[in-house]
T-cell receptor
């Protein structure tokens, strides 16, 4: 079966750096997405990786290793507004997104 | 309208009743999707449409139906609601079915009693 694993919850301190990991086993691979979802709101797009390596976008970076079935989202200079759930999703061979359950990130002052 | 809208925002429904959740996008996206989100689970695809006039089944289609009469609208119907359909429902759209980013509507919180 298809599976996306990410930690349920993480805690970090304002101003620090946090890395959220995602491992996947899917039938085919057509890219990996990270979304941010604040409580009670819709998911919003953060990043897309299809090739191995690091993609940097401001305070957020996303890394992919296709051979290891592994990705991480790196958040730098954490702000209180970064408190949210972070969703990892893989596009399979049928071009359907398979979603992880999300990682709830708690930022403490 | 800017982006994707959904209606209603929330609804409490008696079991056995019929309900249609509405979704409209103004981005002229070809592909549209319906997901449900339940606590502790990832988003699960209910139905999708790659282009107007076509629809397909996702991971959890039972008890739901959709139609895509035009590019902008993609309603989701529960013919006879059951308590297990209590969930938050998100509509999304993308320019095409492939690797294009999906954009989400604000969601509908549905409670079936």
């Amino acid at each position: 079966g298809q599976n996306i694993d990410q930690p349920t919850e993480m805690t970090a301190t304002e101003g620090a750096i946090v890395q959220i990991n995602c491992t996947y086993q899917t039938s085919g691979f057509n890219g990996l997405f990270w979304y941010q979802q604040h409580a009670g709101e819709a998911p919003t797009f953060l990043s897309y990786n299809v090739l191995d390596g690091l993609e940097e976008k401001g305070r957020f970076s996303s890394f992919l290793s296709r051979s290891k079935g592994y990705s991480y989202l790196l958040l730098k200079e954490l702000q209180m507004k970064d408190s949210a759930s972070y969703l990892c999703a893989v596009m399979d061979s049928n071009y359907q997104l398979i979603w992880g359950a999300g990682t709830k990130l708690i930022i403490k002052p | 309208i800017a982006g994707i809208t959904q209606a209603p925002t929330s609804q409490i429904l008696a079991a056995g009743r019929r309900m249609t959740l509405r979704c409209t996008q103004d981005m002229r996206h070809n592909a549209m999707y319906w997901y449900r989100q339940d606590l502790g689970l990832g988003l699960r695809l209910i139905h999708y449409s790659n282009t107007a006039g076509t629809t397909g089944k996702g991971e959890v289609p039972d008890g739901y139906s959709v139609s895509r009469a035009n590019t902008d609208d993609f309603p989701l119907t529960l013919a006879s609601a059951v308590p297990s359909q209590t969930s938050v429902y998100f509509c999304a759209s993308s320019d095409s079915q492939d690797t294009d980013t999906q954009y989400f509507g604000p969601g509908t919180r549905l409670t079936v009693l």
